[in-house]
């Protein structure tokens, strides 16, 4: 396990620990690497089981530190640039071919180049287009000292709640996590505690800097209780954001030290929506929640199904937008009656 994950486990024990009591003891030890991370026991009883996952691009996180490493190198460069680059893009072939042409381009009095603007010099637009190949599409020179390469990255993808959920499930479905957690004692709850990890910024983002609450996920059936958790920071691993979800709702938790009650909820009781709706992106006139049927996966099965959820839309034209929240849970199902079709509120 490398420095991080060993970093993510530690942080979880800790929060669990906080959160549900008992004490930790470790299972992935002596060779038993196909066991579940750690249990909390009270009285010598597992009453919780826990494994340890992250949701995470490889190819970013090896980019990112990548580029910390050009940060930190004389690359031989007559200027300090700032390029943009995109966020899976190989950083040892920009290492050893950018700083012949970025050196090229401020010879020629070139101080931004933009791939999308080629320059009108056949020699300059050649720089740029190979800069291009490199995944460096755009970048600014500067004087400022010591001459590095000081890169950011760029991607593309949702910033849709639900991509979350999405990507919650997916892990909740993978065979290693559900085997181990299906090992559990009886009567332990199984947790899977999963970090959104931020080379994958298009997830992590949405606990950290919600837009609103995610769906809830469905949980395959050796998974009782699914945990959501950002770090604090790219220098200190400590967790900032955490989600709860089980069968009957989710939840959003206040990690830090002493704080005892949950930030936002969304209970499995039946007392209404998720929160206050977000207003429109449109015409910025109120919100309104409703509830919708969705087709959603279930990752246990395979099978597409009918979900009765939440959704956040305009009050004044349905048209202009829509933010889907959670499902609902089984609790509040039982205050819904069908009519026509369409469930009211009892």
Known sequence: MGSTEDAFEA?????LQRLLGGDVVDRDVDGAQSTRDFDLLVESIVVHAVEVTSVQLPAARATRAGIERLRDKDVGLTATWDVYLHEEAPTRPIERHAPRLLNLLYAKGVAEFDDLSPPAEPMVAAAVEELAVLHVPKGRASTRPPFRIHAGGFGSGSLGPANLTRALEAEAAKDDNRRKLADAPAGATRHLFVWLHDSDWYISSLLRDPITTPPAPLLPDEVDVIWAAVREGPDELT?????????????????????????RHTPGAASG???????????????????????????ATGVRVDVLAWKATCESDAMHWAIPGRALSALELTSFDRHDGNPEVR
Do not use: F, Y
């Not at 942080?11 to 929060?15: A, L, P, Q, T, Y």
């Not at 979800?245 to 005892?260: C, F, K, M, N, S």
């Open 11 to 15: 942080e979880s024990k800790r929060v």
């Open 273 to 299: 929506p998720p929160d206050d709706p977000p207003s429109c992106v449109v015409c910025q006139g109120p919100g309104a929640w409703t509830v919708w049927t969705v087709e959603r996966l279930n990752p």
């Open 239 to 263: 967790c900032s954001a955490l989600l709860r979800a089980d069968r009957t709702g989710l939840v959003e938790i206040d990690p830090t030290p002493g704080a005892d009650l949950p930030r």
